[in-house]
């Protein structure tokens, strides 16, 4: 995300990489993203706890989609305490989302690919960009199916109300 909140990411349906590839390639953590109750301001809200080789960390995220690839984001660190509270604002419409997420530097560029427990043969891949327009080069151990910024049933909130479906198609 760049420093005015703004996030512009693309993301793309992938085959599942290799666990021990993976394992060896990047940094993995363990997420449990819960969505809270929508607020009138446009944007959604979530917390989310992250469990790594450091420790866990817990985050409050406010977000609003200005276009498919395009976000205004508001991230904070917050405690435990505060995590547990916020809890009690759950979207009773959303299941949580579990997944594992690897962060996997290749020339310079940041992917993170998220492994949800309900699909066995793929997984979702993101990129962060700099701007609209830049470029990215892939991993050649990754296996893009199609690309799916612009598919809203691939956002974690989504999936949170509607899990699982079949991504092909």
């Known amino acids: 995300m760049n420093n005015n909140g703004i996030e512009i990411e693309r993301k793309f349906l992938i085959r599942r990489p290799e666990r021990n590839w993976l ?4 940094d993995g953590s363990d997420i449990l993203q819960t969505y809270l109750k929508k607020t009138k301001n446009g ?3 979530r917390v989310r706890r992250r469990s790594g080789k450091n420790g866990t960390v817990y985050t409050h995220t406010e977000k609003r989609h200005i276009s498919p690839i395009r976000r205004e984001e508001y991230e904070r660190e917050i405690s435990e305490k505060e995590y547990k509270e916020l809890l009690l604002f759950s979207d009773p419409k959303r299941r949580a989302i579990e997944k594992r997420r690897y962060v996997l530097m290749y020339k310079g560029q940041c992917f993170e690919i998220d492994i949800y427990p309900f699909w066995k043969d793929r997984a979702v891949m993101e990129i962060e960009l700099e701007n609209e327009n830049q470029a990215a080069d892939f991993p050649p151990e990754i296996e893009i199916i199609k690309e799916v910024t612009e ?3 691939y956002t974690n909130s989504s999936m949170a109300l509607n899990i699982p479906f ?3 198609d």
Do not use: L, V
């Not at 394992?23 to 990047?26: F, L, Q």
């Open 23 to 26: 394992e060896n390639a990047a």
């Open 43 to 45: 944007f959604s809200s």
């Open 151 to 153: 598919d809203r049933r």
């Open 166 to 168: 079949d991504p092909i």
